[in-house]
Nanobody, 122 residues
Framework: QVQLVESGGGLVQAGGSLRLACAAS???????MGWFRRSPGKEREFVASISWNGSKTPYANSVKGRFTISRDNAKTTGYLQMDNLKPEDTAVYYC????????????????WGPGTQVTVSS
């Protein structure tokens, strides 16, 4: 099993940056890690994921070129660097862990953090 806790959310102006962290306990390096987000009135959506060794990093089209996912298995922590933020990026961001290195769907992830709020003002 693995337990996940996100941090680094907050309020930022459009065009700014934030770095989210996902601290894990348990066998972190055995899992792929993903980031999802839920905006008000919308369903939770895939943002990015990274395989256990970092070799695969798919992104949602809406964040490609602006967000960067990474992980440090020695620190059992994953990251989501978010640059050039837009108001439409406002959401609760969740990190998740999956046995499947190619997982991009919500139902493919077994473990979830509680989420962290990101608000981007215009």
């Amino acid at each position: 099993q693995v337990q996940l806790v996100e941090s680094g959310g907050g309020l930022v102006q459009a065009g700014g940056s934030l770095r989210l962290a996902c601290a894990a306990s348990g066998s972190f390096s055995d899992y792929a890690m993903g980031w999802f987000r839920r905006s008000p009135g919308k369903e939770r959506e895939f943002v990015a994921s990274i395989s256990w060794n970092g070799s695969k990093t798919p992104y949602a089209n809406s964040v490609k070129g602006r967000f960067t996912i990474s992980r440090d298995n020695a620190k059992t922590t994953g990251y989501l660097q978010m640059d050039n933020l837009k108001p439409e990026d406002t959401a609760v961001y969740y990190c998740a862990a999956s046995w499947d290195s190619r997982a991009t769907r919500e139902d493919e992830y077994q473990y979830w953090g509680p989420g962290t709020q990101v608000t981007v003002s215009s």
